[in-house]
Structures are given as C-alpha cells and as structure tokens.
RNA sequence: GGCGACGUAGCUCAGCUGGUGAGAGCGCUCGACUCAUAAUCGAGAGGUCGACAGUUCGAAUCUGUCCGUCGCUACCA
C-alpha cells in the first residue's frame, strides 16, 4: 500500500516459461516463487494486485524440439503447458491470470503495437543475406543450420553455436553447413525482415535507467552496460512458421514476429485477457495508464536485457504506457556448480521437487535460499536441511508446542487474554515489529531477509516460552499459564501472518485451527475457540529418501 | 577474445557510498529445560575476508595484476 494508505495497482509481472520443456527449481526460485511470494503480501496489505503470465509457445526452439521428437510443436506445447498449469496448481502460485502466447487476444495486441510502432518508423525492413534452402524453399534459421565448427572441429555445431566447444558462432563460419531440414547445402539469398530501431530509444533509455532509484545493481549494470556499448537495431522477424505472422504482407509467407519482440507483450495482453474476463475491457488501463500504478517484473538474470532495454524500448515508442517501476531479477541457483538446466540433467525439474517435499516445505527452502544478490548452491540436502532444521524446527514445532499447551492445559480452548504482564506485552510488540520489518523487507523485494525477520520472531516466542515455562506454570498458577499461553498463541497468529506470502498452504491450515486473520496486523485468537490436539504443520524429511538422487550422480 | 560478476567461518549466504575489537542461519562443543516433530533456549569454539602490490591516518569495502569459478556475447529464451 502506499504510504498515504490508498491501494495502489500492482502489476506483478512475471517471466514467461517457455514451453519447450519442463522448469526446473532454479526457474522458480528465480522468478515465479518470489513473484508470488510478493504478490500474496501486496494483496494482503490491501493492494489491487494483477499477477500475470502465461506459456511462451513461439519461437524456433519449440519447432527444434518438435522435429525431433516427430511431433507437431502444438503437441510440445500442449504437453508443456499443461505440466505447467499443474505446477502452478500443485505450489499454490497465485495468478490473477495465466494464459500463453498462443491466444487470438495475444496477436491481435501484438499487431496493434507492432503496427504502432512501424507507423511512427521505429520500426523499418532491411534486406540482408541469409542462408536458404532450395529444396525446402525457404530460409533457414541459424540453429536450422549444421556444419563443422571452425574452432573444435564438431562436425554437428549450430549455425548459432556449437555445442562441443560452447562458442557461439555465425551460420557463415560453419565448414561444409548443411540445412537441418533436408541435409541439402543452403545458398545466400537475399531476404527482408522488420528491424526494431533500438537506437531511436538510446538516449531516452539511458536516461531513464539513469533515473532509477532502488533497483538491484547487477540489473542496472547490466542494462547500462548495453547502452554504453550502443544500441544496435534489431531484427524481429524471422524466417520460420511457428509465431505471430507479421500484419503486413509485404515480406511474402515464411516470417513470423520474433519471439522476444511478442513474448514481453504478453504481459500487456495478459492483463487485457483477464479485463475482458471481468466484463470490463477497459480494466486493464489501472495498470498499463494510471502514473501512481507500480509494475514488479519478475526474471532470472539472463531476461534482464528484455525487460529493461527492449520492452521499455517498445512501450517509450508505443507511447501512453507504464514503464517497468522495478525488474527484481534474480540471479542463479546452481547445482554442483552450474546453472540449473532441465535438458543438461542439472538440478531438479518442478516435478520432482513436489514429488520430494510438500509445498509450503519447498517454498520455504528455495526462499530461504533465494538467489537475490548472488548465485546460490543448492542441493536436495540442503533443502532438506533448510525444511528439517529451520522450517519445522524452529516454526512447526513452536506451532505444534503453543496447540499441544494450550489442548492440555487450557481445556482445549482458547484462554481468555488476562492480565499481561510486562514480558508478555514485551513478546508481542517483538511480533508487530517484526510485522513491519517483514513488510518493509517484502515490499523492496528483500524476500529473504523478510522470511529470516519472520523466523526470527518465531525463535523469539521459543525463547519466551523456555523463559516462562508455561507447564511449571500449570501445575503452580493455573491462571498465569494460561495468561502466558494466550500470549504464545496470540504470537502465533501474527508470526503466521507475516510467514502467510512464504507458506499459504499451512497458513490456510491455521485459518481454520486459529480462525481467518484479514491483512497484515496480528489479532488476538478468539477466546474460547476450541483448539484440539494438534498434528505436526509440516512432516520433516527423512534424509534416507533422498540418497542417490540427482545432485549426488554426475552431472 | 570482449563484457558482467563472484571468490568472507565446516556448509549456504549478509556485509550500502572505506573508520567502534569481522556478521547471520545451520553444523560443532558445553550447559539449561523437558510443554513440543530427540524439538527448544543460553553460552562458546571456529575466519591472515582468493593471492600479491598500491591509494589512504585507516580497506573485506577503492585501484591494478594474477589465480579460480560462473554467466552473457545481441538468431536460446
């Protein structure tokens, strides 16, 4: 909320997967978990929220993937999509709308800015030499291209890189290239595609990059590295049939729109989808219009280019619309070493972390563990450690202690509040603060150290509760156990609340033991609520499970 | 090759524009407690802040070189 108290617009923007294959831990730890995590806070402070993503289903990869599996790439991106909604369902990340690329509403607001933008010339065709197949007839793409690396001698390299010695290459410097396609020897040939004129925006973007306050620094060194080097024009048409088509017709069959120029639109698309949904299409101007609106990008490291040089690029020249307000990007979680990739085999897909650890466990660990500043090292053990010694540890079993005391001893209900003494009222001004510093943390995209402030206070209330000593208490002063036990559970209820964007799943478990807590304040527990034995929050991981699993075979 | 980073206690990481004797969590040691998922709480041990040189009254923090790791390099997204 803003600091005048009025609900601001939130546009919680967050990467597209891209639906060539399954996600792994390090794409969620990187953009979707704390998207959510930032996203459940803003609602709960009373924020008018809008989360929005949705598969990306373009591009040549797909098409790649789809030739070898001998499938249609509809099929790759069905199964993928599909696997994907699953994921988001079975975490509990909470979008307001999430679609893909592949929806008629997506082209149309595509062409509409593609439009613009060529109408107002920031857009231009340029013609240029490039690899064609004769017996396909057509253009090939660079990764459509084989040949022989000039540097390891790789005779499968790419036309965009070779994958042996990890250069990157140009089509042109493949020995004896070869089209992918029909093994045919492609030929130069002259062909137009539509350029993005990014060095219309050098100056513009410079100086708003220069304007930015708060943003993390590797993004913006990152972004302003580029500028310094100097915008160069870019191509964003390519030779393929699997995309957008371009809505103009002077370029003949064969060219799609690129996948990065329509991908970013997504997010304005998105949010006119989930308008229209409401039945009312102008709904989406709150976000994209209104100058007191605040939009979050949420990325890995390696989209940071996009999202802050070329999607600012296309929305300055679009003209009218908000500009990212932060772009958060993570940096990477690595396993042994490396960047998480599902197709090398490295770390585990989103699947099998939920086939290891519950929800709530796993989001605990991976937030505990969040990439914010630097890469981090991961390993099933050290999730599991995260969720053994930290999670249930010190909150699920503060949890199950305050639920099993008061069952036991209050007559399994809730006492009433009674007289507090001054190390009760002490504890609980210890929660509120740590209310407002979860708050603030969250609110800067400060996501672990907000969670390490909320498990702070719960390592506080296991301290008051040794120092009191609520079960001596019972047998001596009956009435001072449960004046201390009431406090505990008033504790509770508010350390839940600033643990609720880390962990909704246990949190709604609480709702219905402790009773529903609205926005972000602790309340007193209803006295006289009953409260029965309880069973354990969260199950610690048996370590034995996890032996021989990914992180422990070569990678 | 070019660009961007990173290398801080056993492990995972914080340390903003240089300045009270270098931090957190976990692990470890010792102690307390026994309500609780053998959980909790307290105390303690443990670091030449990658190496070398420099700037400075003073550097983990700035500069340079080197070693190591990683990412990007605009047709992967």
């Known amino acids: ?15 597209w997967p891209y639906a060539s294959g399954s996600r792994h831990l390090g794409h969620l730890a990187g953009a979707y978990l704390p998207a959510d995590v930032f996203a459940r806070f803003q609602r709960r402070v009373g924020n008018r929220v809008l989360m929005v993503s949705g598969s990306d289903v373009h591009g040549t990869p797909i098409t790649v993937r789809a030739d070898a599996d001998g499938v249609t790439p509809n099929d790759i991106v069905d199964r993928y999509h599909a696997e994907f909604v699953d994921n988001w369902e079975r975490l509990g990340i909470s979008w307001d709308r999430y679609t893909s690329t592949g929806t008629d509403n997506h082209a149309a607001v595509t062409h509409d800015i593609f439009l613009r933008l060529l109408g107002k010339g920031h857009i231009d065709k340029r013609t240029s030499d490039q690899y064609y197949d004769e017996e396909a007839e057509r253009f090939l793409p660079d990764r459509y291209i084989e040949g022989t690396c000039p540097h390891c001698d790789y005779t499968e390299a790419r036309g965009d890189q070779c994958e042996s010695c990890g250069r990157t290459l140009d089509p042109e410097e493949l020995i004896n290239p070869r089209s992918k396609i029909t093994g045919s020897e492609p030929v130069p040939r002259q062909t137009e595609h539509f350029f993005l004129r990014l060095s219309d925006f050098q100056e513009s973007l410079g100086d708003w990059l220069d304007s930015r306050e708060g943003w993390r620094a590797h993004v913006l060194n990152f972004s302003k590295g580029w500028i310094e080097e100097g915008l160069q024009d870019r191509a964003i048409t390519r030779d393929l049939d699997w995309g957008i088509d371009v809505p103009v017709d002077d ?4 060219k799609r729109i690129y996948v990065w120029f329509e991908a970013v ?18 709904a989406w101007r709150d976000w994209w219009e209104n100058p007191d609106a605040r939009s979050v990008y949420f990325i890995g490291k390696d989209n940071i280019p996009f999202h802050t040089i070329i999607w600012p690029a296309m929305l300055q020249g679009y003209g009218g619309l908000n500009l990212p307000t932060d772009v958060p990007a993570n940096q990477y979680v690595t396993f042994r070493g490396g960047k998480a990739s599902a197709s ?15 929800p709530d ?31 249930v540890a010190t909150w699920g079993n503060l949890v199950n202690r305050v639920l099993s005391m008061v069952h036991g001893t209050c007559g399994g209900v809730v006492p009433p509040v009674g007289e507090r003494a001054r190390n009760d009222t002490a504890l609980l001004a210890d929660v509120d603060a740590a209310l407002e510093r979860v708050a603030a943390h969250i609110d800067r995209v400060e996501l672990r150290a907000g969670l390490q402030s909320g498990m702070a206070a719960a390592a506080a209330v296991n301290a008051y509760l040794n120092a009191t000593e609520p079960w001596k208490a019972a047998r001596d002063d009956p009435e001072r156990a449960r004046v201390i036990l009431g406090t505990a559970l008033s504790a509770v209820n508010g350390i839940r609340v600033c ?3 880390y962990l909704p799943f246990s949190n709604a478990a609480l709702d219905g033991i402790l ?13 006289g609520r009953p409260i029965e034995r309880p069973s354990p929050l969260f199950a610690k991981v048996d370590p034995t499970t996890l032996d021989g699993l990914v992180d422990d075979e070569p990678g």
């Open 515 to 527: 009773g529903p807590v609205e926005g972000w304040c602790r309340t007193e527990v209803e006295p």
């Open 265 to 282: 639109i997504g997010y304005l698309s998105a949010t006119k989808e989930w308008a229209t949904d409401q039945d009312d299409p102008e």
């Open 251 to 254: 370029l003949g069959p064969g």
């Open 361 to 391: 466990a796993l989001r605990y660990a991976l937030a505990a563990s969040l990439p914010e500043q630097s890469d981090t090292e991961l390993t099933v053990n050290e999730i599991a450690r995260r969720i053994n010694e930290e999670l």
């Open 499 to 501: 643990l609720s964007p």
């Open 344 to 358: 090398r085999g490295v770390g585990l897909t989103i699947d099998e972390g939920l086939d290891l650890f519950e």
């Open 1 to 15: 909320m803003s600091s005048n108290g009025v609900a601001r617009p939130v546009l919680v923007a967050v990467a």
